[in-house]
């Protein structure tokens, strides 16, 4: 039976074919196309909306639109039994849809309205599974990428002094103009919120909420892409300041989230981490100035984290929705064929030499240590490097070895499915597509001579997280681990550096504070004492006395007679 999950899926991979051999072939002619259409003309004055077609806008968009289509596939099974699969499906495609626009987008209008469709969809569905946790994720998500969408307002705003929205047109001259520092720098506030840098970093764990084909799609190409997207196209109009402070912001992200990740023990949420800590390392050699190896790496991360997600989301289906890894021995023996992509996407991840993620990761890293940069970001980007391996390999230790963990029910199975089929999709352009892309991406190699120790820094750093992974995720039968013997720093470490409660409690506490003292004080205490019930009260007392009088008792008319002659007699 043919369903939209199917529809859809099919006609995703097709496009998204035709956009490959499109993208190769404008990448060969070195072509970019731009199409005006007017919408409006008014006096003179045309509204036209812009597209803009050259290589990197169509391998992106064929990128997306293939993860989209795998993961549409693997939703059919995944979200079987929702009586609104529907409904899902058509938020993925809106989804997916408004990331298009935001992609072929040279203009900040058209920009804002893919933008803003990412944020709202992505409120859609992170609140989709409807109970309390998911409406918090969905808030601190919605409101954290609502900071975004004003600097991107504001960097509207700000363009009226040029002749027209589209940046693409100034990016060249405008270099080192005052007005043109601001809207970068309001860009770059854009992207640290949808890229969830530091100090906005709180949202993206948080967003785990949402079922996991949606992760899978946010997490690799869609939401979390489009600030570095956008840096990407705006690339040329960095100062030197601007790259500077913004090297150290993404250089501090991908090191906390390393560290992060070590320590926690939600599967989704570490996978989540380690996505916080590929968005670092991408922005931080885009303040290098190497937008297209930050490409590259966009590109292949994309490819093995849809993946990982998916793998996840396989995992966690079969236990029962248990997410926490310390019930998932032994999986191997049970899903030994998800479990064998789980680990190649893994390793793919730690920059394992000849797997899709290593011809990214190790070039960025090599050509981070031609630069002439202080001690502080070599450290944060080594050890980074490491921390990545480390999580890797705990995840690895963890799903492979032990027995049953703790878990007496289980009913892991793994049968033939669409959610295999979903995957298999993707497992070959997993190991493949980091040399593909660097063949095309790159026509001309790069040179790079470094000396030995610093070539072989990198694997140095690989193999030793390996062995601290391997060696900090051991755990006996009495749960003897060595995080627990540090309880206070593994949990501020976990915690993120405290940052959701520092972006949630840390911001809101005093307003909601002072609003509980406001009603209680002043509008259900004396404001109410000498607002409205003093109001009533004088009130009610005057319509009574005024009833009294007009009872007809004979002896007060008589009385009020007296009174009025009396004052007649005194006053005349």
Known sequence: MITICKVYSGLFGIISFILFIFSVKFMIQDYSLIIEYSLICLNSSNIIMTILFDWMSLLFMSFVLFISS???????????????????????????????????????????????????????????????????????????????????LMSIAWMLNFGSWSFVFYLSFFKNDSIMELISLLVVLAAMTKSAQIPFSSWLPAAMAAPTPVSSLVHSSTLVTAGVYLLIRFNLVFSDSLKMMFLLIASLTMFMS???????????????????????????????????????????????????????????????????????????????????????????????????????????????TMNTLNLLIYFLFYISIGLTVCYSFRLSYYSLSGSMNYISLNCLSEKKSFMIYGMLGLIFLVVFSGSLLSWLIFPSPYFICLPLYLKLMTLFMVFLGMFIGYELAKFKINYHLKSLQFLTLSSFLAMMWNMPMISTLGINYYPVYLGNLYTKIFDQGWMEYYGGQQLKLNLQFGSKFLQFLSINHLKIYFMMMVIWLGFVLIFF
């Open 258 to 368: 390393g560290l992060g990740a070590n320590f926690e023990f939600d599967l989704k949420k570490i996978i989540a981490l380690s996505t916080l800590s590929q968005l670092g390392l991408m922005m931080s050699i885009l303040a290098l100035g190497s937008y297209e190896l930050a490409f590259f790496h966009l590109l292949t991360h994309a490819l093995f984290k849809a993946l990982l997600f998916m793998c996840a989301g396989a995992i966690i289906h079969s236990m029962n929705n248990c997410q926490d890894i310390r019930y998932m021995g032994n999986l191997i023996n049970q899903m030994p064929l998800v479990c064998s992509f789980f680990n190649i996407c893994n390793f793919s991840l730690c920059g394992l030499p000849f797997l899709s993620g290593f011809y990214s990761k190790d070039l960025i890293v090599e050509v981070m």
């Open 70 to 152: 795998m993961v549409i596939y693997y939703s059919e099974e995944y979200m079987e039994g929702d009586l609104n699969l529907n409904r899902f499906i058509l938020l993925v495609v809106m989804f997916v849809l408004s990331m298009m626009l935001l992609i072929i987008s040279p203009n900040l209008i058209s920009i804002l309205l893919g933008w803003d469709g990412l944020g709202l969809v992505s409120y859609c569905l992170v609140i989709y599974y409807q109970n309390v946790k998911s409406y918090n994720a969905g808030m601190l998500t919605a409101l954290s990428n609502r900071i975004g969408d004003v600097a991107l």
